[in-house]
């Protein structure tokens, strides 16, 4: 069954680091999309990407946030100059489409990000 | 704009025997649908059950199953004869049909963690 992959798995950096988190959603799918957990908190929501631009964003996407699809199958999620509260599991997600059943989103396994 | 709660932080249930989840949320929308999610200690969110709002009847899947009241907009789990695999954290989520709010994105509730007791 085709799945959404993230790598890495988990990410340490130092404070002010760069970051860039990757994702390859599913194949077919055309929209994708970020989040974000605290640890011990509900999961929220980053950015919704469609035909290589933002579709919709939240208010924790600020400037520090970018989104990217370099190529034809990863889905990149970079934060410029990490910050202690950015430390959180980022899953990235994917659907077929927008509505209906084909919005259904499926999750990646998440990447653990750590700032230091 | 929409929310979900789940005001069961924590829920115990001895092993072998059946437990309720409770999420209640709020929308003016007609057009949506609903998920449990079970997050394990790995953190991986799993899909445990779906159900679509324009459809009466509750969803299943095998020992899990939904009470979803629409009038009340309460969408609660059951987990029948639980095991110890079921020990995790278990998310209720909305997601907007869309078609006024045109927003897709999914609105998570806090979370309840599920002990099962052997």
Redesign the interface.
Known sequence: EPEVTQTPSHQVTQMGQEVILRCVPISNHL?F?W?R?ILG?????LV?FYNNEIS?K?EIFDDQFSVERPDGSNFTLKIRSTKLEDSA?Y?C?S?EG????A???F?G??T?LTVL | AQTVTQSQPEMSVQEAETVTLSCTYDTSESDYYLFWYKQPPSRQMILVIRQEAYKQQNATENRFSVNFQKAAKSFSLKISDSQLGDAAMYFCAYRSGGLTSGTYKYIFGTGTRLKVLA
């Open positions: 929209y999309y989040y957990q908190q509900k999961v929220e929501f919704s919709e939240s599991m899953f997600a659907s927008r509505s209906g059943r919005g259904e989103q999750f396994p998440g653990r």
